[in-house]
């Protein structure tokens, strides 16, 4: 299988406004039967301020499985994967924030591709 043979880009920018918790999940949505997603580049910002602790994870099902953290975030600090993120059927990506204050605007923006199995 060549690299090249992909069915489509994937691009998504996720936005949430925190509410004060002790971690806040953003979310991709959950994917499809048949088909295989690789996350290229991830960051994760919280626009308004500094932050404790943010984690990046794959959701297959009942558990998570964490595969990168940065602590000690500053506001507007870009937090960024190290690698590429394979995705199969069921599962869904996410980053936990910890340490955000109620009213923070948080993203992550994902790019990548997929392809249809």
């Not at 932050?51 to 994870?57: A, F, V």
């Not at 870009?78 to 993120?85: K, N």
């Amino acid at each position: 299988m060549n690299i090249n043979d992909f069915s489509r880009l994937f691009r998504r920018k996720i936005r949430k406004t925190s509410d004060g918790s002790a971690t806040v999940r953003l979310e991709l949505n959950r994917i499809k039967a048949k088909t295989l997603r690789v996350l290229t580049h991830v960051t994760v910002e919280n626009e308004t301020t500094a932050y404790t602790k943010c984690r990046l994870g794959i959701n297959s099902g009942s558990r998570d499985h964490y595969l990168d953290e940065l602590t000690t975030v500053a506001a507007e600090e870009l937090a960024v994967s190290r690698s590429d993120t394979l995705l199969g059927e069921g599962d869904y990506f996410f980053a936990e924030l910890t340490g955000t204050t109620a009213g923070d605007r948080l993203v992550m923006v994902c790019v990548g591709w997929e392809l249809s199995l």
